[in-house]
């Protein structure tokens, strides 16, 4: 995804305005330890909290890394644990972090309810990447805290570097309540721009000037933030401010947008100028294609297959090779490099496009899977993000060459259904991009196996993942080796079912741009039908056995958020053991909620007269949901659940039983 950079001029002025930082909390610098907070027997945020954050202090400043300016944040965390659960929970500390942020400096200790103090050792730090809720990959810095029990006090300290911009969001809730947050920052003096702030989900307090420039704003408190099942990103739920940066005057939205409008689409121009050999790369790509669709799906392959993304996981290039790679001005440098970053790449789709006689436009746009857009907000903040508009007819067809593994006529998940702009020299205009429908991101799952007498279970499975689905795996596999490819596979398989002996896997199309992304692999699970005297239980949903319920609570904080709509379909073969029959012949049921939720079930015995053939077909539709659905989304899927774990009985005929 596209993300606008920070302007050299900007990252001097930031270093200049920064210089007097703010004192780095390194070494032996602990606050004292107040006596009532050890002897502190009950939380005061949340009467039922297991833990909680006597304060959560961080220090913001710019510092020189050599080649860039990075902002940094000194983060310092005292908590108080008051039950064994608390201690569970908080015995383990995870700090995320994106690839181009720096987790530094951790140091911590333990306060024990007697007052003794056991230091974390510089060696318990580790790295490690995670999956985190909603399918992003993050990595972690996780540390154990020594000696923690009901009673004591920890606290960590922590400095985390990340690139220099415009923007500074300000987090105010972690996943245990927290009696004081405060941020210190210092003003920054930018010509013809001030600091503002806008606070989502909460109400700090005014920002307050601080000495030698500083200004600082808090908040008490603050409850916990609890992620739930599909739940809106983060920051449509969470409490945080966004600190940026902002000329004085007060803009009127439309005004603003028209005049971002006009501006972005002025920059873009001259980075989409075709030439000859632009010309010639386009009727190299479109060949005899006649139609605009047609034209567009083979550029859009061109510029995926012929250019290397250098901005890619799977590109194999290092920071230090990036670095020594020329800058492309132009479309016809993209070409002759064959290589390009995210702009390069759009701008070269853009100007094959025009060069096949088509009207191409820049497009600026948000991303849901990390905000909703507000029109209302002047500023670019939440529209960081560009892909290409295409005239066909009369409509504007969106296209994002740079994003290797989103298919044709999509755009990604987070940018389909949402305003955007699309510039223009004289009106630009917002236009929806369109969602795409369920029979576009399909799990296709298919199972051959044979059920032995004492309910082993074992054979040969294939799960194919096309548009959204097949995007996201793609993406979460593409920079991995393949023994971590594999790794990640039997993972997902023994979540499910822990007796699982996941043999002979193969994965395919992982970097390709149009094929569908593949597990296949043969499997042994001991144990999968309950065997009782003559007769066996077996649960003819092999791809679901094991989940658990999607929505688990009965009562839920936060709207229920579907990213897209997808589609399940599956084929299920088990080869009954010898001498058994079906006894229990009724099936799982379907059925339709809304077209919201729909799904088609069947069972029945194979040709073969020896094996149970079971199909479900699963639709879903919709995409946000307010909390007071949700006690109806939540019997839909606890029945869907149900039907899932539905199991038919086997029975030892007679005839076998006396052999």
């Known amino acids: 995804m596209k993300v606008s950079r920070t302007p050299a001029p900007l990252l001097i002025s930031l270093f200049i305005a920064f210089v007097a930082a703010v004192p780095a909390l390194a070494g032996d610098d602990w606050k004292p330890i107040d006596p009532a907070h050890l002897a502190m027997k009950a939380p005061v945020v949340e009467k039922d909290a297991d ?45 995320p972090y994106l ?31 995670a999956i985190k809720f909603g399918g992003r990959k993050v990595k972690v810095k996780s540390f154990a805290m020594p000696g923690v029990e009901p009673g004591a006090i920890i606290e960590y300290r922590w400095r985390e570097a990340r690139p220099t911009s415009y923007y500074t969001e300000l987090q105010f809730q972690r996943e245990v309540p927290v009696q004081s947050v405060k941020y210190y920052i210092k003003t920054l003096s930018i010509p013809n721009l001030g600091l503002k702030a806008m606070p989502f989900h909460c109400q700090p307090s005014p920002l307050y000037k601080e000495k030698d420039g500083y200004q600082s704003t808090g908040m008490v ?23 940026y940066y902002s000329k004085a005057e007060k ?7 028209r005049e971002y409008g006009k501006k972005q689409y002025d920059e873009y121009k001259s980075a989409m100028k075709v030439n000859d050999d632009v010309r010639k790369a386009a009727a190299e790509a479109v060949g005899d294609a006649t139609t605009p669709e047609q034209k567009l799906e083979r550029i859009l392959f061109y510029c995926r297959t012929k250019i290397k993304n250098i901005q890619s996981d799977a590109s194999g290039l290092t920071e230090a090779d990036i670095k020594k790679m020329k800058e492309n001005r132009s479309p016809s440098d993209t070409l002759k490099r064959g290589y390009g970053d995210l702009k390069n790449i759009d701008m070269l789709f853009a100007a094959m496009a025009a060069a096949s006689g088509l009207e191409a436009r820049p497009v600026r746009l948000g991303d849901r899977g990390s905000s909703f857009f507000d029109r209302s907000f002047p500023d670019e903040y939440f529209m960081r993000y560009s892909v290409i508009a295409v005239k066909v007819g009369s409509d504007w067809k969106f296209f994002d060459p740079s994003s290797t593994y989103t298919p044709y006529g999509m755009l990604r998940w987070g940018q389909e259904g949402i305003p955007a702009l699309v510039t223009d020299s004289k009106e630009p205009a917002f236009v929806d991009t369109p969602l795409s429908p369920p029979e576009r991101s399909v799990e296709k799952t298919i199972g051959k196996f044979k059920l032995s007498e004492d309910g082993t279970l074992e054979g040969d499975a294939q799960i194919e993942l096309t548009g959204h689905l097949g995007e996201r795996a793609k993406d979460d596999n593409d920079d991995d080796s393949p023994q971590k490819r594999e790794e990640t596979l039997r993972n997902i398989i023994k979540k499910r079912m822990s007796t699982a002996e996941v043999s002979n896997i193969r994965i395919e199309n992982v970097t ?4 569908p992304f593949i597990y296949a692999f043969h499997v042994k699970v001991p144990g999968y039908a309950t065997r009782t005297g003559k007769r066996l239980f077996v649960q003819p949903a092999f791809f679901q056995f094991g989940e658990g319920p999607l929505f688990p609570t009965t009562e839920r904080k936060h709207a229920v958020y579907f990213e897209y709509a997808w589609l399940e379909d599956s084929v299920v073969n088990i080869e009954m053991p010898e001498g058994f029959a079906l006894d229990n012949a009724e099936a799982p049921e379907s059925f339709n909620a809304n077209d919201i939720v729909k ?12 094996s149970l053939v079971y199909t479900r077909r699963l639709k879903v539709n919709g995409m946000l949901f307010p909390v007071t659905s949700y006690p109806t989304l939540k019997q ?17 005929t007679a005839a076998a039983s006396s052999n």
Request: net charge negative; proline share 5%.
């Open 599 to 610: 799904c088609e079930v069947k069972l029945g015995i194979g040709t073969d007269k020896k």
């Open 221 to 243: 408190n603050v409850p916990a933030f609890r992620e739930e099942p599909r739940m809106p990103p983060e920051d449509e739920v969470r409490m945080w401010m966004l600190l």
């Open 51 to 95: 833990a909680e954050a006597i304060f959560w202090e961080v220090r913001i400043s710019v510092e020189d890394a050599g080649s860039e300016y990075r902002t940094t944040f000194f983060h310092y965390v005292r908590i108080k644990v008051f039950t064994e659960r608390g201690k569970e929970k908080q015995s383990t500390i995870e700090l």
């Open 251 to 257: 803009y009127e939205p439309e005004k603003f947008w």
């Open 636 to 652: 839909v899927f606890d029945f869907l659940h149900k039907q899932d774990n539905h199991a038919v009985t086997l029975k030892l």
């Open 512 to 515: 390709d741009p149009i094929k």
């Open 99 to 129: 690839d181009k942020w720096r987790i530094s400096d951790v140091v911590g200790r333990t306060i024990k309810p007697d007052g003794s103090i056991v230091e974390l050792k510089k060696d318990q730090v580790f790295d490690r990447t």
